[in-house]
């Protein structure tokens, strides 16, 4: 069977576009690594509350932490990020992007 060439290019970019949204639609190994260090780090913040942060807090938490799960089961892992980011301002868990330096001497590690 032959095709002509305005079919093979037709044929060509409608593989492309849906092996690009394949790719777009995969979780990114990155993205899963970055959400799980942010859990671990608020099931610490649930368990030890070194912050001192209040009852409502916690249990406000813990209740975004389990909406968290759903949404990235889903698939909605913006969704799910921001959930978790809310989370860790609620414990007052720092941000190292929004801390300054550690050493002024060593600004590589900001």
């Given at each position: 069977?032959?095709?002509?060439?305005?079919?093979?290019?037709v044929l060509?970019?409608?593989?492309?576009?849906?092996?690009?949204?394949l790719m777009?639609?995969?979780?990114?190994?990155?993205?899963?690594?970055?959400?799980?260090?942010?859990?671990?780090?608020?099931?610490?913040?649930?368990?030890?509350?070194?912050?001192?942060?209040?009852?409502?807090s916690l249990?406000?938490?813990?209740?975004?932490?389990?909406?968290?799960?759903?949404?990235?089961?889903?698939?909605?892992?913006?969704?799910?990020?921001?959930?978790?980011?809310?989370?860790?301002?609620?414990?007052?868990?720092?941000?190292?992007?929004?801390?300054?330096?550690?050493?002024?001497?060593?600004?590589?590690?900001?």
């Amino acid at each position: 069977m032959r095709f002509s060439n305005q079919t093979s290019t037709v044929l060509m970019s409608s593989l492309l576009a849906v092996a690009a949204a394949l790719m777009l639609a995969l979780p990114s190994p990155v993205r899963a690594d970055a959400f799980d260090d942010a859990l671990a780090q608020i099931d610490e913040a649930l368990e030890t509350n070194s912050n001192g942060v209040s009852q409502q807090s916690l249990e406000s938490c813990r209740a975004m932490r389990k909406t968290a799960l759903l949404l990235r089961k889903m698939g909605h892992h913006a969704r799910a990020a921001r959930r978790l980011k809310a989370c860790r301002k609620l414990l007052e868990i720092d941000d190292y992007r929004s801390r300054g330096p550690r050493d002024p001497e060593f600004p590589c590690f900001a």
